[in-house]
């Protein structure tokens, strides 16, 4: 297999932005004492809207308004991605708005069963040496890898 296929536009950029993101993360743990895991941000942001106790728990409801910044911090990223290093192309998908939406909601849910989503366990748990996150990661990548598989079979 030519590594080409795997990244049609090149390395480089993949690179960079974990390492932006590990800085990112570090930083944040650095200065404030806060991890930095996406997941979070999927129940504090409900907290605003269920009054559901679980919802409504002190660690969701005191954290809401850093995790909000914390989630627009990744679309200005992207914002300034695109506008600093593209060429202007507007990036798009062929999958409908209802799939995107029914999909990030079943990853959030699923994100909060797990207690925390890859970036929380894969980039936080993993450099805190968590045994639990280890475990989330090779269960997240078995299932990648598995699904990814069985698609590619299925569409063969």
Do not use: E
């Not at 570090?26 to 919802?55: C, D, E, I, K, Q």
């Not at 062929?94 to 699923?110: D, K, R």
């Not at 698609?151 to 063969?156: G, I, T």
Request: aromatic share 16%; net charge positive; proline share 3%.
């Amino acid at each position: 297999m030519d590594i080409s296929s795997l990244f049609p536009f090149g390395w480089s950029h993949y690179l960079v932005g974990g390492l932006i993101i590990g800085l990112g993360v570090a930083l944040l743990f650095v200065f404030t004492g806060l991890v930095g895991g996406m997941s979070s941000v999927y129940s504090s942001t409900w907290s605003y809207l269920v009054n559901r106790p679980f919802f409504q728990q002190a660690k969701f409801t005191q954290s809401r308004a850093w995790r909000l910044v914390y989630a627009a911090g990744l679309i200005v990223g992207a914002l300034v991605w695109w506008l600093a290093f593209s060429d202007g192309t507007a990036q798009h998908t062929g999958v409908p708005a209802w799939q995107l939406a029914v999909g990030g909601f079943i990853a959030g849910y699923g994100a909060r069963l797990g207690n925390g989503c890859t970036s929380g366990h894969g980039i936080c748990g993993l450099s805190s040496l968590s045994l639990p996150s280890l475990g989330a990661v090779l269960t997240f990548m078995a299932t990648a890898f598995l699904t990814a598989n069985l698609f590619a079979w299925v569409q063969a």
